[in-house]
C-alpha cells in the first residue's frame, strides 16, 4: 500500500494553508561487529525484522528515507533548505532530530567541523537569505536582522546556554500563540563568524556525559533559536523563529548502564519523550486537549506540532538489533507524526478559534485517510539478519507487550499500525493477562498505602531507640537466638560494656545492644543497590533470581528509582511478604559493606 503523496515543500501554497509535519528517518551506518536488523528499500521506506515472524518484515514509508550512505549535504537539502524561505514570509520553521541515544541526532544537527550538520548550514543560509533580500513579501522596502539564542530543557528547566545562570526560565505564549521564553538571552548575528563564536562558548554548557551506548551523549533537550526581524517603515516589525531542536534520546537503561544522576537523567527524558508522544497522538486523533503543559519540552514545542511553524521531523534509528525496541518505537513515533499538520501564519493574521477547531478537525481526518492507507506492512523478502524469539531479553519482550497494550488503549491497532502481528487469540490473551496484572498492582498499592499509614502510627508511637556502638569483634561466640523481648525490628550489635575501674588485665566484658539506626543504613544501602545496581549487582542480592532482576530494571526504567524499600511490592510477583523475606535476606549484608574491614559482630532480627 502507498501513502497519499505529500506535497512538497516547495509547492506554492496558500498562505495559511494547513501543512503537515514533514517526517523523514535517516539509519546510522551499523557498527562493524553487529548485524542490522533494518534497511532501506528506496528514497522513502525501509523494513524492519518481525521479531514473531522471521520470514516477515515491517516496511514504513515516510516523506524522505535517508540510508546509511546519505551525506549531511543530502539530509539538508532536501528537508531542511526548502523550509527556510518562510521566515523570510514571517512563518515559524522547526526542525526536531528525534530518535534512541546513539542513533545520530547530533550528528545531523551539529555534525562535526569536516561534515557539518543543519544548524551550521541553516544559519550560514539564512544570513545570507537576508543579505540578499531587499523587500519584504509584499514587495515593499524592508530590512531584515538574524539573532540567536540557545537553551536547554534539562531535568524540566529551561536553562539559557549563551548566559547560563542555572535559572529556570518561564515558558509563556505571546498573543499570537507563539511560545516564547522570557529573559532568555537573545545575540545578534550580522556573520556566521558572530554565530560560531557564540555558539562555541554555549556549547560547552551544555550538559552532554558518557554512558554505555555514546561518549557524548546529550543529557538534555537542546534548542537553537534563530529569529529573523523584518521592520519596514511605517509599519510594525514582525518576526519569525527557525527552532533547531536536538532532542536527547530516549533510553534502555540495561543497554547504557546509566546509574545515579545519569538514571535520574535518563528518567526524566524518558518521561518528556512520553508526553511528547502524547502530545502527537492527541493532535492526530484530534483530542479536544493536547497535553502541552505535561513537560518543558512538549511546551517548548507547541509551536511545531499542531502549531503555526512549518516543521520537520528527522527520526533517527540505529540498525543494530539491540536497538530493535527502539528502533519499532522511534518508527512508530515517526509514523504518528505524519498525522500532525500544522497551520503556518504570519504574525497579525492570528488563527481564528474556529480556525482552530478546524486545523483539529484536518489533523482528525488526516489521521483517518492516512491510517487507512498506510502502516507498517509485511514485505515479500525478508530481511536476512533476523532476532530469534529465544534470543530475546524478556525485557525486551515485556516492553514491546506494553506497547501493544498501549497501542490497543488507544484504538490504533484495528487501523494499521500494528507493531508485532500478534495473532489475535494470542494478544487476547496477552491483554488480559496485563488487565489481571493492572488489578494485582492496583491492590498491592492499596495494601501498600495502608502499610505505610500503619507504620507511621506505629512509627508515632515508639521512643527512640538507645544508641549503640559497633565494636570489632574477635573471638568472641554471637549468641544467636538471643532477641530483646520487644517488637521493635533491629539490629544486635555486640558491644563493650563501660568498665570504669577495669584493670589492663581484666577480661573485657560485652552485651548486646540493638541498634535500629544500622538497619536504617542497611535499608538504604539495599535501597541504593535496587535503584542503582547493575543486573550483576542485583543477582549478587540475596532472593533476587534473573527474572526478579529483570523485573527490577524494567520498573526502575519506566517508573524511576524506588522510593522505599516497600516500592518493591507495586512490582508484578512481589507480595509483601516476598519483600519482606527479600530485605531481611540483604539488610545484614548491606551493612557489612558499610562497614569498615575486619570481622564484626552483627546480627538480625525482627
Ligand atoms: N550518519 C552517520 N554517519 C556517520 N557517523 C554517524 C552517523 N550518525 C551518527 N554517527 C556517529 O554515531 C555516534 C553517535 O551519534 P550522536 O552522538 O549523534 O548520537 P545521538 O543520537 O545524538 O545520541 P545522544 O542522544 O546520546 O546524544 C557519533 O560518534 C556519531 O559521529
Redesign the pocket.
Known sequence: MQSQPRPSMKEHRQPDAPVPVRVCV?L??CSKDSEPCVRGLDSRSLELVNWRNAKETFKYQFDTFYG?T?TQQDVYCSSVQPILHHLLQGQNASVL?Y??????????MLG?PQQPGVIPRAVRDILHMVREAGCGPDGHNCSYSVSMSYLEVYQEKVLDLLEPSGRDLVLRETPDRSIMVTGLTEQELSSFHDFEKHFLLASRNRT?AS?G??????RSHAALVLRVAQSRPLVPARSAKLQLV?L??CEDNRLTGNCGLRLRESSVINTSLLVLGKVVDALRLGRPRVPYRDSKLTRLLQDSLGGSAHSVVIA?VAPEQRFYFDTLTTLNFATRSKQVVNKPFAPGALPEPAAEKTLQKENSDKQKQSTSKEGPLVAEKPLGALLPLDQLEPSLVQRVLRLEELERQQGAGHRGLPLLGTPKAERKALLRCLEETQAELEKMRQQQKELEAKELLRAASTPEPPQAIVLPMRQVPIPQKRAPPTEDEGILVLKRRSDPGGTENAVPSWELTRCQELMVRGHQKLLELLNQGSTRELLSLKRIGPRTAELIMAWREQHGPFVTLQDLQRMETMTAKKVATLIKANTLDCIQMLLPPGPSALSLFS
Not at 530518535?99 to 545531523?108: E, F, S
Open positions: 535517516r546510522r551506518p546509511d546519505a532530530a530518535g534512541p541515544t546513539g542513533a545520530g541526532k547530533t550528528h545531523t562535526s552532554v554512558t551506548l555514546n561518549s557524548r551523549s546529550s536536538d536527547a534520546g533517527h
